[in-house]
C-alpha cells in the first residue's frame, strides 16, 4: 500500500525537517514494514515549465514544428516538437538535457540530449503528460497533444513538481505486515499511529448532523453480514473534474481519478480505509435492500464481468433486483453516468469473511473488498460520512440532502481485557510503571484503569474487531509502544544433558541428498493443492481427497492426497525443454480417511502424511532402461541412506499405472509405496505427449531408520580377484533375486566364490521362446594365494552346476 506523506500531515503535525529515516524505522519497528520511502520529486529532476513563444514550421518535415521557448534560464531555447495542440504562450512541459523521460509512455527511461531534428537543432523536449507519467491526471484522445498546464500559471523555468504541487514523500508500506490491522488501511489510521509514537496530536472529525428529512427507505435482511448502512440522497450534483488536488492525491498512492463524485468516495477510502460507493439515484426504483442473493440472479458488474450469483453472496438491492455485489463493486445499472445529477451515498458495514468469499469466488478483488475483508469497525462510518458530505458541501455548493437514513442493526461491543500485572512484567522481561503503560496505551486509544493486582482495559472500535481480544494482544501493544530496542537483551540459561537424535528427520534429508547428488535428479516444490486435470488423470477418483472451500481457482479445487498429480503436471512442463530428465519433491499430504472413535462410531477425519515421490522421463524407446533406472534407485535407496531395506512384490495395481510394469514397494509385510510405468491412458490424459515417464511416491512416515550404524569393516583383498562372466538361459519367469540366491548357495569358507552380480539380459531371435539369456558376473578370488586359471574354472563351473539343478538353467558355455 502507497501512503503520501503530505497527506499523512492534514491529520498530525509532523515537523517539516522530520528525518525519513527515522520515520520509516520508528514506523516499521512498532507498526507496520516500510518497504520503501520515495522523493516524489525526483521523478522530474531535470524537467521544467517552458513557455512557447514562437511556433514554426519545421523547413524539412511538415508534421514537426520549431518552437521557442522560455525555459526560465534567460535563453530562448529551439525545440522540435510534434505536438498537434501546440500555441504561443502555451506553458508546457520542457524535459531539458540530462532528464529522463519514457518515449510515448512505452520502454525504459530515456536520457534527454540536445540533438537534430531533421536538420535542426533541438533543445530538450516537449513532452505528452504520458512521457513523464502524468497521462491519468492529463488524459487526451490525441494520441499527438503535447501536456498543457497553462491553467497552472508557473512561471519558466519552475520544476515541474513544484508547478503541479508533486513535492511530496511515498511509503511504500508491506501488506502483509498489517493483515491484521483493519485501522491502518488508509491515511488517517497512520497519522494515528505517528500521533501515539511521537505524542503529536490528531485531527478530530466533527460529526454529520444529517438536517431534518424524510427518511431513506432501507432494509438489511441479514444483520449479520450488514451491521450498519448509511444511505443519503443527495440532488443537484453533476458529473464534472474533481480539485486537482484531490486527484494527485488519488494518483500519488495508485488510483486513478475519474470524476468529482466518484474521487470523493475514492478519496475518503484511501484517507479513513473505509470503502464509500455512489448510486446514479434515477437507476435505484425505490429503496434499498440488503439481502443474500436469490437462486438463479445475475448481475453485471462496473468492470463489465457478468456474475451468475450464489446465495451465498451478499448484494445491494432495490425492488427489481440486485444492483451491487456488497463489499466488492458496484453494477452497471448503478454507476455514475454523464448525467447523473442525483445520488445515494452509501456508507456501510459488511462482515469480512463474506466479502472475502464473494471476491474470491469471483476473482475480483477490489480496493474496497481488500479493505472490507480485514474486518473494519462500524463506527468507522460515521468519520466516513463526515468528510464525504463535507466533500460534496465544498465542491456542490447548491447541493441539497433530501433523504437520511442510519440503520446501525447490529452494535459493535467494545472488547474488555483483564490483564494480571505480574503477568505482564514476567511476560515483558521488566517492570513498567503504571503510569507509562496508561499513557502508551492511552495515545492509542484504550481506555486503561488499575487495581493493585490488576489492568482493565477498553479497546477502542477500531481494535475490537479481531485484532485485539486477549491479554497477549495488550503485552504487545505495551511492548511495542515502549520501543522493543529499549528492551535489555538477557541471555538464555538452558543446560543440554544429552544429544538429541532425530533419527526421522535425519533419514528425510538423507534420502533427499541420495535423490539429488547420488542419483542426480532435481527436487522440486509445488504447490499443496492439485489441478482437476491431472487428479482426474492420475488419481481417476476424488473419493477420500479433500476439497478446498475457497480454491486458489476454479480448476484447482483440491488439496493433494498425492503428490503424482504434480509431479506428472511438471513432467508436462519441462518435456518442453528437455527429452531426458528426473525429478523429485518431499511433501505433506492430506486424506479423508474413516476414523474408528472410541464410541465405535466411524467419521471421516483428515490425515496428513509426509511423502517423497519421483518421475523419471525419457523418450519411449528408452522405457527399459528408464524402468530399471528408476528401479535401482529404490533397490539402493536403503543401502546409501541407513534405513530399514524394501521388498517388491505385485499384490495391487496402482490405477495410474502400466498393466505389466509395475510393483508395489513393502518394507515388512506393510505396502508403504508403488513403482510403475505411468500408462498410456494416464500418460494423454496428463498432456505428456512425447516421453515415457516412470513413476514412484514413498510413504517417508513408515520408513524405519537404523539407530546406529551397522557397517562391518573388511579387508582389502591381499590377492588379485577375478571378474568371470557366465552367460546362461533361463525360463522368462524367473527372477534375478532367485538366480542370485541360487548362485550364492556356493558361497561358503571352502569356496572361491566372493559375490554375484546382474550385467544384462537379452531376448531375441538366438534365443528360444519362452527363454532369457542372463549373464551373470562371478568375483572369484582367494584370502591366501592368488588362484590358478583351473581353480578359477572349477568355481564358475560349481556356481553353473547349482544353477543348472536347481533352476533348470541351460549353459551357453559349450
Partial sequence: MKLSLNWIRDYVAIPEDFDL??????????????????????????????????????PNADKLRVCKVDTGDGTLHDIVCGGSNLEVDQLVVVACPGSFVRWHGEGDLVEIKNTKLRGVASYGMICAAVEVGLHDLFP???????MDITSFGAAPGTPLAKALDLDDVI????????????????????????????????????????????????????????????????????????????????WRVGMRPINALVDVTNYVMLALGQPTHAFDADNISDKIIVRRAKAGEELQLLNDKKLALSEDDLVIADSEGAVALAGVMGGVKDSIHDTTESVILEVANFESTGVRRTALR????????????????????????????????????????????????????KKEIDVELSWLDRRLGKRIPNEEVSKKLGLLGFEVSFTDTHMHIVVPTWRSTGDVGIKADIMEEVARMYGYENFEPTPIVTSFEGTINQLDIDLVRKIKEYLAIRCGMQEIFTYPWMSDEFVAAILQSTEGVLKLSTPPSPTESYIRSSLLPNLCRAVVKNERYYTEFSIFEEAQIFRNENYQSKYDEKELLPTQERHIAGAFAAPSDKMKDLYLTAKGVIENMSRFTHMEGFTFKREEKPVWADETVWLNIYLGDTKIGDLALLSKKASLASGIKNLATVLFEINTDALKPFKSRTNVFSHLAEYPTIEYDVSLLFDTDIKWEQIRATALKKK??????????????????????????????????ANDKTLTSGEIESCANGVVKILVKELKAESRMK
Wanted: with cysteine.
Fill in 140 to 146: 487526451t484522445e490525441d494520441d499527438h497533444g503535447i
Fill in 362 to 413: 469471483y476473482d475480483n478483488r477490489t480496493e474496497a473488498s481488500s479493505r472490507y475483508e480485514k474486518a473494519v469497525d462500524p463506527e468507522r462510518c460515521d468519520l466516513a460520512l463526515s468528510m464525504t458530505m463535507e466533500f460534496f458541501k465544498a465542491l456542490y455548493p447548491d447541493m441539497k440532502v433530501t433523504a437520511f437514513a442510519d440503520s446501525y442493526v447490529k452494535k459493535l461491543t
Fill in 171 to 250: 511509503l511504500e508500506i508491506d501488506n502483509k505486515s498489517m493483515t491484521n490491522r483493519p485501522d491502518l488501511w488508509g491515511h488517517y489510521g497512520i497519522a494515528r499511529e505517528i500521533s501515539a509514537l511521537y505524542d503529536l496530536p490528531l485531527k478530530i472529525f466533527e460529526p454529520y448532523i444529517p438536517e431534518a428529512v424524510e427518511a431513506f427507505p432501507i432494509e438489511i435482511e441479514d444483520a449479520d453480514r450488514c451491521p450498519r448502512y448509511i444511505g443519503v440522497k443527495m440532488e443537484g450534483l453533476s458529473v464534472k473534474p474533481s480539485p486537482f488536488e484531490m486527484q494527485t492525491r488519488i
Fill in 21 to 58: 529515516k527515522q520515520l520509516a524505522f520508528d514506523l516499521t519497528m512498532s507498526t507496520v514494514e516500510v518497504e520503501g520511502v520515495e522523493e516524489l520529486a525526483r521523478r522530474f529532476d531535470g524537467i521544467v515549465v517552458g513557455k512557447i513563444l514562437e511556433v514554426n514550421p519545421h
Fill in 748 to 781: 561358503n569358507n571352502q569356496s572361491y566364490l566372493k559375490d554375484v552380480a546382474f550385467v544384462d539380459e537379452y531376448k531375441g531371435a538366438q534365443v528360444p521362446a519362452g527363454k532369457k539369456s542372463v549373464t551373470v558376473r562371478l568375483t572369484i578370488g
